[in-house]
């Protein structure tokens, strides 16, 4: 449903197991803590309808209790469309992103995003920082994105492509492992088909409302670049 759930029975758990140690202990139970706030919701839906006229555009989604929504875009909704794509997409001047693991100051990554701008907005230079600590992942992890400046085989590592990026500051060259994966990153519902899964986030408001505040959708069929860049111009 496109409406926050509040977790009552596991609350009322909660509580009664303070008071069961409360009691073994001699003391008096603890109150359980209010939650501080509304709480975010994630909804699994479907696309049911695409509506694009002009920068007017409108999308019904459907939950899976057969609950429509109907949202119009504005620049306070993030939408993202993801789908795969191939090695194509790697064109200078597209702005990629990536994360990565740094050895001999070089950045291993086995998956980039190229992020799709709308048509006449260029990318601006980007940066390299450290990925927050994450269990599982190394220290050495780092997040790199910024307009894409070359592509090419790497003399050092024969079996990986090293791509330059524009950044800010001194970045480490993106070095791609054997089979690595590209992901097109978009905000183009034209793409988007009917029946397509999506997940909505959102937060509850006023008369059951539920506020919308990020879109996701994945693409079923894969892209390919000179569909969607045009074919590359021989210099």
């Not at 600590?133 to 992890?141: F, I, L």
């Not at 500051?169 to 905000?187: G, T």
């Not at 919308?212 to 390919?224: N, P, Q």
């Amino acid at each position: 449903m496109f409406r926050v759930r509040i977790l009552s029975l596991v609350l009322a758990l909660s509580f009664a197991c303070q008071v069961v140690l409360a009691q073994q202990q001699g003391g008096q139970p603890q109150q359980p803590q209010q939650p501080q706030g509304p709480m975010i919701q994630v909804v699994q839906a479907t696309v049911k309808s695409v509506e694009v006229k002009g920068r007017v555009k409108k999308l019904t989604l459907v939950s899976p209790e057969g609950q429509e929504l109907t949202v119009q875009m504005t620049p306070k909704i993030q939408l993202e469309i993801v789908a795969s794509g191939d090695e194509g997409f790697l064109r200078p001047g597209q702005l990629l992103q990536a994360k990565g693991v740094m050895t001999n100051n070089r950045l291993f990554v086995g998956e980039v995003g190229v992020v799709l701008l709308p048509k006449g907005k260029k990318p601006t230079p980007g940066r390299m920082t450290k990925a927050p600590e994450k269990v599982g992942e190394s220290r050495s992890t780092y997040l790199i994105s910024g307009p894409i400046v070359a592509m090419q085989q790497d003399t050092d590592y024969p079996d990986y492509k090293a791509i330059a990026l524009k950044t800010s500051d001194r970045s480490a060259p993106i070095m791609l492992e054997k089979n690595f994966k590209v992901v097109v990153i978009s905000d183009d519902l034209t793409s988007v088909k009917e029946g397509t899964p999506a997940e909505v986030e959102g937060l509850p408001g006023p008369g059951g409302r539920f506020n919308v505040g990020r879109i996701s959708i994945r693409l079923e069929e894969s892209l390919k670049a000179d569909d969607v860049l045009g074919p590359v111009e021989e210099k």
